[in-house]
């Protein structure tokens, strides 16, 4: 193997599992809108009449950073915009964790998860597996490599399943002593 067919295999690994995070984020917000309308409510960095809106546009945004990906040539857009989306994501929950609501639930999908610095951390190494699938380039692989990214990609979302539920469960357990 090449290094330039490992970098690619590396790029659509990443792009995969970022992917992956999307398409579970987006899905959970529209399966439970009104839900999800009241943890960016719970925020408290829009006005009310805003929240609504801006409820839709983070969802219809979400859905893009998927969509974008089975676009040719749209991957890198869809992964930027994934990026600062989740720098968003970081910094709102990081204001609010120095305002002292950590009490807020942080609308991610899955596991129930308070706000923690380690949802900030999550989010920032999120950022730079999306940063690292743009600037490794674009990739170029025939259907072993693409079928060995995908799987790879799965197993990295599986792992970073399992990691969020650990986190989840020790937020729960902080909670309770």
């Known amino acids: ?18 992917a992956l995070i999307f398409v579970r984020a987006a899905w959970h917000k529209l399966s439970e809108f009104t839900e999800f309308t009241g943890f960016v409510a719970d925020y408290k960095v829009l006005p009310e009449r805003l929240v609504q809106p801006a409820s839709m546009a983070i969802v219809a945004a979400e859905v893009l950073v998927v969509a974008l990906q089975f676009v040719p040539g749209g991957n890198v857009f869809g992964l930027a915009l994934a990026a600062a989306m989740l720098s968003l994501y970081a910094a709102v929950m990081a204001l609010n ?13 899955g596991a129930v998860q308070p706000l923690a610095w380690s ?22 692989l025939d259907a072993a490599g693409a079928i060995t990214s995908i799987i790879s990609g799965v197993a990295v979302w599986a792992v970073f399943l399992l990691a969020e539920q ?7 357990a902080r909670a309770t002593r």
Do not use: K
Request: a positive charge.
């Open 1 to 18: 193997m090449t290094e330039s067919s490992f970098l690619s295999m590396l790029s659509a690994t990443a792009t995969v599992f970022i």
């Open 97 to 109: 964790i120095r305002r002292g609501r950590t009490f807020i639930e942080c609308g991610c999908g």
């Open 119 to 140: 949802l900030v951390v999550r989010n920032a190494v999120l950022v730079l597996v999306a940063l690292s699938a743009i600037f490794t380039g674009q990739y170029a």
């Open 166 to 172: 650990i986190i989840a469960n020790s937020s729960i």
